[in-house]
């Protein structure tokens, strides 16, 4: 099977940050990236669960995308905007992907 | 001898037990826990049910100039009262400008959860109170807001008021849940308020005991993870705060000439503190600001002196100040 080179975005940012990460994304043309619920986790603001939360300031979200590789720099430039003050992780990750056409 | 009576019914009432339950089973590390959707489907029902049954007293009783003055009241109490806590905070604790600011936003704005377990206590004490008083909850969400946003914009922080700002204050999701509700209850009046009360009267009780439930858990998991942070002086303002709050509330109550049961709720709402909406805004507009702060000392310090202790002084003070 013919797989391609690609990198593999993912940024777990706080829930209320989500719509504006995606519209910043939109906007710099990255139209393909999935949103998915994170139940809770431990980091440098402290140990938190997403269970009994009513409001939207205690939870996190994972937004994930892959690009080709020569697109990277403008979706990570689009997404620091929006993620450089607020609490998460931007990571990078190199991967494989069937179906080259479609990033 | 009258307090102490109502205070100790309010401890033994089913919604403070609830909540109680749930504090414990945190504190003591049970796996007890209310999955996401089921907490924020209670929270849309309780919303609901308290802005119709609102709307419909209103449509019941008609508008008058008390409840316009009523919700001039509510807006200037919510702007004023962050500048008090600002101050306070300033004195007694060593926190930065900006995590103060942001404290003081929650104190400003209001807890609808503690609203609701205040009419319950009126209800229970056979007190009427007026349904517009949903309103004034509604309308102190938001300006604690700005308030906070200007006393950090003079130390030269934050960030300015966007339209995404905006929309988060003004538009998020339990002021447009509160007062579209009250507004369909305004309109349908009492024959709509009959049509659906098997379902937003007679559960009402049961389910702020689950959502109770649910509160004391999460503010049990706030005060493990948080114990950090309560220094004594950030404790002492938690408590003393909410009955600053509450001293503005029954003032602008007796101004109004309002009833002993509206006068209480004005109390209520000025010493509760927000933990919906104002840190979802926080988080927004000063993304700087330690959340673990202003969390535990509205969820886990301020909320629970409220229901415990906070009602049943809250309704004796404004029986004292009304005569009523």
Known sequence: MQTHSAKRVEIIIEAMMERRLTEALLAAEVTGFTVLPVHGGSGRSGHWTRAGQIGRAGGMVAVVCIVRPDRLDGLLDAAFEVVESHIGVVSVTDCEVLRAERF | ?324
């Open chain 2, 1 to 324: 001898m009258e307090f102490l009576s109502l205070a100790l019914g309010n401890l033994t009432s089913p919604i403070i037990l609830s909540f109680a339950l749930g504090l414990f089973a945190a504190l003591a590390r049970s796996e007890l826990s209310v999955p996401e959707a089921v907490a924020k489907g209670l929270s849309i029902y309780l919303l609901f049910a308290i802005g119709f049954k609102g709307g419909a007293a209103v449509n019941e009783a008609g508008l008058g100039p008390t409840l316009l003055g009523a919700l001039l009241a509510g807006a200037v109490l919510s702007f004023a009262l962050p500048f008090a806590a600002f101050a306070l905070l300033r004195v007694m604790t060593r926190l930065s400008a900006l995590d103060a600011a942001a404290v003081a936003a929650h104190y400003g704005s209001i807890s609808i959860v503690t609203f609701v377990a205040g009419t319950s206590v009126l209800e229970g004490a056979g007190i009427a109170s007026d349904g517009w008083m949903v309103a004034v909850a509604a309308v102190m969400e938001a300006p604690a807001i700005l308030s906070a946003l200007w006393l950090v914009a003079r130390s030269g922080e934050g960030r300015s008021l966007d339209a995404d700002l905006w929309r988060e204050i003004l538009l998020n999701g339990s002021i447009v849940l509160l007062v579209g509700s009250f507004v369909i209850g305004w309109i349908t009046g009492a024959e709509g308020l009959d049509r659906i009360a098997p379902f937003i009267v007679a559960p009402f009780q049961g389910v702020l005991c689950l959502f109770l439930l649910d509160m004391g858990l999460v503010a049990g998991r706030g005060l493990r993870e948080a114990r950090a942070v309560l220094r004594p002086g950030l404790l002492i303002f938690g408590l003393t705060m909410p009955l600053i709050g509450a001293a503005a509330g029954g003032l602008s109550g007796v101004m109004l000439g309002l009833g002993t049961g509206s006068t209480m709720l004005f109390m209520v709402l000025g010493a509760s503190a927000s933990y919906i909406a104002v840190p979802a805004a926080m988080r927004v507009a000063l993304p700087a600001a330690n959340p673990s702060i202003y969390l535990t000392l509205s969820l886990g310090v301020t909320f629970p002196f409220n229901l415990t202790l906070g009602l049943a002084i809250y309704l004796a003070a404004a029986r004292l100040i009304t005569g009523g």
